[in-house]
């Protein structure tokens, strides 16, 4: 993942909006600024997601790690996240798990890490 390096996300991030789309499509910076070393076919074909989320095994995983997450009743998560939703989500044909339910799992998982990593002081009502 080339594009990953953080001085180069760090510059992308700061530039513009309109730099980042200024010919009306998205990455046209990063576009731009491989037009010479690609072909064209590359350079303009449509964004795709990464990791390839179309892959069950990819929701598989998601729910795996899910289930993990549930075995462990005290995590400090479900202060933030409802743990009969976690617990549906895990359920699913992996199939069958659609974009938003593989986006829930994503963002309560980064939210689990996180709070592993941080460890804040919870202040919740």
Same mark, same amino acid.
């Given at each position: 993942m080339p594009y990953c390096d953080h001085r180069l996300v760090e510059y992308?991030?700061?530039? =513009?909006? +309109?730099?980042?789309?200024? #010919? &009306?499509?998205?990455? +046209? $910076? $990063?576009? &731009?600024? %491989?037009r010479q070393l690609l072909p064209d076919s590359v350079a303009w074909r449509p964004k795709s997601p990464y990791p390839s989320t179309q892959d069950p095994y990819y929701s598989q995983e998601l729910q795996n790690q899910g289930k993990d997450l549930l075995a462990d009743r005290d995590h400090d998560v479900f202060a933030l996240v409802d743990r009969d939703w976690l617990e &549906?989500? %895990?359920?699913? #044909? =992996?199939?069958?798990? #659609?974009?938003? %339910?593989? $986006? &829930? $799992?994503?963002r309560v998982l980064d939210l689990a890490a996180w709070l592993d990593v941080y460890r804040p002081e919870l202040k919740l009502p």
């Open positions: 992308v991030y700061n530039a =513009p909006w +309109s730099m980042k789309t200024r #010919d &009306g499509r998205e990455k +046209s $910076l $990063l576009r &731009g600024a %491989t &549906g989500a %895990t359920k699913r #044909d =992996p199939a069958a798990v #659609d974009r938003l %339910t593989r $986006l &829930g $799992l994503e």
